[in-house]
């Protein structure tokens, strides 16, 4: 069956760096666009990073531009944040995502394939 597992969250102190991965299985991952998500208690899930299937083209939300990497390995089936510069409002359960159009990401299309969450702590 298709499953996406998160792995890498943790707590970390503000200013630090989390590597995030997302290992997919029972689908053809290089045919899928992903994404990270993430959301706090009581906000909505907001798209962080896209990428695209051949890894040509990210997008990033606003406030983890210059901060956050999204990228992704087909051969391993693996997708992964790298976060730096943490800061204390990037906590949330972070998510990842497949879909079959990157547009989906950008306009909120529902579908796709959802992980289960890793948790991200910042905070001394």
């Known amino acids: 069956q298709v499953q996406l597992v998160e792995s890498g969250g943790g707590l970390v102190q503000p200013g630090g760096s989390l590597t995030l991965s997302c290992v997919a299985s029972?689908?053809?991952?290089?045919?899928?666009?992903m994404a990270w998500y993430r959301q706090s208690p009581g906000k909505e899930r907001d798209l962080v990073a896209a990428?695209?299937?051949?890894?040509?083209?990210?997008h990033y939300a606003d406030p983890v531009k210059g901060r956050f990497t999204i990228s992704r390995d087909n051969a391993k089936s693996t997708l992964h944040l790298q976060m730096n510069i943490l800061r204390p409002e990037d906590t949330a359960l972070y998510y990842c995502?497949?879909?079959?159009?990157?547009?989906?990401?950008?306009?909120?299309?529902?579908?796709?394939?959802w992980g289960q969450g890793t948790q991200v702590t910042v905070s001394l």
């Open positions: 995502r497949a879909a079959e159009y990157y547009t989906d990401f950008l306009y909120a299309v529902p579908g796709g394939y």
């Open positions: 029972g689908f053809t991952f290089s045919n899928y666009d």
């Open positions: 990428i695209t299937k051949g890894g040509g083209r990210t």
